[in-house]
């Protein structure tokens, strides 16, 4: 295919969701109008992927050797390919979850947009247009999470501003000594710094890389700027699920992946202190995630710790500055992203057909939502990394990875260690949760529950192919890893 | 090809059939009709599982997960041993709730989740390398919590939640020992004897021994090992009696087998003799036996006095795998068996008790052996077998254990395991046998008068009478089983 073509997926959600606005068409028109867009959007994309072009799409200078551009590598493709499978689905949740809602019609333009925002964010060829997309990216979501209009809702979208805000200049910071110090700012497997030009400073620039971690970071929730994540869950389920869960959050995981592996190059960064300094943040955040998700009692609250203690997991494995380790990173990237939107999409589903928030309301719901919670039984086990699930494989990736890079630097051993602690975590509040609602104790009250049911099948369709993925991807997933690992090894 | 769909159809048949009467709970209008179809699984199951038994021994591997990780099953004497006994008390066990379950609510739950753990387990007892053993370990644990928290009271839903979080916290301990393994070029097979003393295993000494001692530890939580033994005591007592009888006669078991797996298929026994490993790990054993046995003594709920019985007890086990020679692991072979006889019809004993008085203290049985006497001899006979009075079976395994722990010639210990052997013992005596006594010999306040027979069907006898049967007769003819048990240790040293 022509790299012309590259445009599309970027500009189409973008363009059809400022038509939206502009339409005022009737509701079920609208559904019909946004789920053909976005279905169209997803099959070019991924037929993109599919015949992948290989030159680059410069779309227009900034100045002198800052180009504008678009390309499709292995990386790109893996997070591209996720996003636009799961788009549509989420789409067609967000629906049923939004009939009641008011001001739909903003909020699914601005959904809508956020898609092609995502995808630029996946196809940008070089650090500028990546940066330019990111922050694209901070602007079209922050009205998502403000949509309720309450006080609530608008603080959190305030918080979510200023983490991503402050991040993003972080990282700004980082891409103007790359413009100085780099061959290119084009992404390159294995870096593009020049040592020659470095010269002496390799201390300041291990320093930039820390900031820049941490500036990308912001947006897949590292430690100490995990903040804005648990508050931002007050926004609609189809937020936290597809935006919080998948394109936002792995937004931050997946430039992390390009600043290390495509920019500063992970034999640069390998066992310095920077590299300590990096796998002891992503440790604290995966401890810190999965006991608050202990403690936390609100359902939606609760997945959303256990999304920054997963993200972490990600990070962990890119910080392994190995293949393997990045191997690791992208398979829990594409397998956390369809376990938790699962899971968020079942939490969702109480909260829509029960009006339930709580861990502890749960009781015996099973039974009246039996497709919902078997679904988040399965995202759940998947989660803890319940051998036979898909969570189980990226689980092991990451052990791996850091069982390999454990022989030079033993520190890495800790990161199993800490693996295995988060694994027990998420067991404790995932389970807890799961048993309530399946074996409800005696003395519970049969009666709160009365009249709930599973919702309709625009809700009921997206979560059963979630867990049917993860089952599959459980039980057999070399075809898919064996994709990964040639992305991994920069060989795509 | 033909022995991997015998395979597979003994792993799928209880599950699939324990799925069907999950989505059809409530649903069968006719008890009998119920009963026969889940006797027909247990028996069929049984026939594909003594079919594989009898094919010889194969290893190959069923699935591929990734590249890296496969299931792969293996037969051999050890799987063999675990398989027969499970399929045994499985079905025994299952015919006994037939009866009992009567007066349980949701019974069809039970089955459903106790065909589907027979399944599970079957797949367990098959598993030919690490991931396939953890795999199925898992599933072991998530799909046995149903018959722990059976009866939903909050008790129950509590000491649920707690097996659920010491047993996975156990798994999670030893898949740290299978991660490093992996990585460092083993784990991807058993092979009799070991393999960690061979040049291809690059991992270092120290962390290998660390991380094996980390495997004992996590297989071990589900054996109910010191300081891992918390969850037992909490979560038998509250199943269901048939299902105590399983979670105690073979489940912690699985422990068990894993541990052999791991030691003596994986890692080596040259490789752990006189390391710091079997030291810490005697002693974890022997601190177990002994509290185990204590806290049985003093304890006045009878189920739960078994389930502290059971920790002791499994713990013999382990203390003579833990001895690393021949002795030792013919001792604890036996015991396993002898164990898991003994310990399922206790269980049954202690729940015909309670399905037909409702009684459940021990100091309430004053006189039950006028009203039960068949099952109350069942439970004497049984109990005299676990202290190892001779010529009973357990008198058997404890002579090896003891022989065992005398020809390691370990300072201190090699004494110090007999000597706990024999006040544990005494210790069971002393909290079995006045359970009979008191039974039996009601003392001349009883009145004789008010004795009704209570005696329970035969659908609860049969079992019952079947498992004391065995144990005595284990214990009369030990010759050619410990001749069996004596060619196993010799392959895996």
Redo the contacts between chains.
Sequence with gaps: MSSVWLIIPVVLPILGGALLSLLRLPDKKRNLFLEILVLVNSAIAIACICNRPTEELILFQLTGNLDFALRLDGLGSVFACLVAILWPLATLYAFEYMRHEERTTSFFVFYTMTYGVTMGIALAENLVTMYLFYELLTLVSVYLVMHPMTKKAIRASRTYLYYSIGGAAFAFISLIFIIVLGNTTDFTYGGVLNLVKIGGNTQIMLFVYLMAFWGFGVKAAVFPFQGWLPKASVAPTPVTALLHAVAVVKSGAFAVMRLTYYCFGADFIRGTWAHFLVMSIAMISIIYGSTMAVKETHFKRRLAFSTISNLSYILLGVTMMSPLGLLAGLSHLVFHAIMKIGSFFSAGAVLHQSHKEYVDELDGIAYRMPVVFTAFTVCG?SL?G???FAG??SK?NI??A???AGRDIPYA?AA??VL?YS??MT??YI??AA?RAW?????SDADALKGVQDPNWEMKLPLILFMVTVIVL?????PL??ILRTVAEGSF | MTVAYLLGAAILLPILAGFLLLFTQGKWKNRTVKCLFLFLVFVITTIFSVKLMLVGDYQFPLWKLTDTLEVLVRMDHLTRLFLGMTVAAWTLGGVFAFEYMKHEQKEDRYFGFYLIVLGVLIALDHAGNLVTLYLFFELMTLTSLPLVLHNLSHEAVMAGLKYLFYSVAGAFAALFGIFYLYSHGAGSMFAEGGYLADISYTGSQGMTLLVLFLMILGFGTKAGMFPMHGWLPTAHPVAPAPASAVLSGIITKSGVLAIIRVVFYTAGADYLRGTWVQYAWMTLTLITVFMGSMMAYKEQVLKKRLAYSTVSQVSYILFGLSLLNVSGIVGALSHFVFHSVVKNCLFLCAGAVIYKTGKTMVKDLKGIGKEMPITMWCFTLVSVTLVGIPPTSGFVSKWYLATGSLETGMTGYAWAGPIILLLSAMLTAGYLLPVSILAFFPGHQYDYEQVQKREPNLLMLVPMGLFTIAAVVFGIFPGTFMNYLQKIAMTVL
């Design positions: 086990l803890i319940i051998p036979g189980f494989i092991w052990a791996a850091a069982m390999e051993y199993v260690g295995l694994a027990l067991a404790v389970l807890t048993v074996f409800p104790d005696q003395g459980g039980l057999g997933s070399e890893m064996e």
